[in-house]
Antibody
Framework: EVQLVESGGGLVQPGGSLRLSCAAS????????MNWVRQAPGRGLEWVST????????YYADSVKGRFIISRDNSKNTVYLQMYSLRVEDTAVYHC???????????WGQGTLVTVSS | EIVMTQSPATLSVSPGDRATLSCRAS??????LAWYQQKPGQAPRLLIY???RRATDIPARFSGSGSGTEFTLTISSLQSVDFAVYYC??????????FGQGTRLEIK
């Protein structure tokens, strides 16, 4: 089983930037697609972004397209989410999650809180 | 975008009873449907995928059914550890991936 640990969350002003990291333990990291899923306080789950195992394909929700960039470093077993032009509505706990092939989120990290506020 | 709608928003059930949670898709997702359980302060946990296949280490009291646009998660005999929020999620034609808004299962 893959263990996932997120970091990099914090308080940022509207318009600011932040980079999240998700470190994975275990073998075969490059065989997993990796994702970011967020949850605003008291709200449901929202898919944010996906990156393929090789890193060659990326996908984004319309709400973050053009502002967020997902990337991965398979040599470090880490996936990143670079967030620009942050908005108040981006405030959420950001979870990373792995997918074995099809888009079934079989392992999740505990999440890191991003708060966008002035 | 495929919209996932869960009902009811909140379900009150007594321990030992059966719980039935519903999920509807705005268009067919075949059997590309997963269910997750989330407890307060915890990450979601995969319960069911392929509409009816239990994930690793998920107890047999959890079962899923349905195809196309109508899906059901049934918990046959509720235990105290089962009271949580449950989400459905499609993965049929993406992006985007979308989740239902969740059903809160509470103790009656």
């Amino acid at each position: 089983e893959v263990q996932l640990v997120e970091s990099g969350g914090g308080l940022v002003q509207p318009g600011g930037s932040l980079r999240l990291s998700c470190a994975a333990s275990g073998n075969s990291f490059s065989s997993y697609g990796m994702n970011w899923v967020r949850q605003a306080p008291g709200r449901g789950l929202e898919w944010v972004s996906t990156i393929s195992g090789s890193g060659g394909s990326t996908y984004y929700a319309d709400s973050v397209k053009g502002r967020f960039i997902i990337s991965r470093d398979n040599s470090k077993n880490t996936v990143y989410l670079q967030m620009y032009s942050l908005r108040v509505e981006d405030t959420a706990v950001y979870h990373c999650a792995s997918v074995p092939g099809t888009m079934i989120f079989d392992n999740w990290g505990q999440g890191t809180l991003v708060t966008v506020s002035s | 975008e495929i919209v996932m709608t869960q009902s009811p928003a909140t379900l009150s059930v007594s321990p030992g009873d059966r719980a039935t949670l519903s999920c509807r898709a705005s268009q067919s997702v075949n059997t590309n449907l997963a269910w997750y359980q989330q407890k307060p302060g915890q990450a979601p946990r995969l319960l069911i995928y392929g509409a009816s296949r239990r994930a690793t280490d998920i107890p047999a009291r959890f079962s899923g059914s349905g195809s196309g646009t109508e899906f059901t998660l049934t918990i046959s005999s509720l235990q105290s550890v089962d009271f949580a929020v449950y989400y459905c999620q499609h993965y049929n034609n993406w992006p985007p991936i979308t989740f239902g808004q969740g059903t809160r299962l509470e103790i009656k």
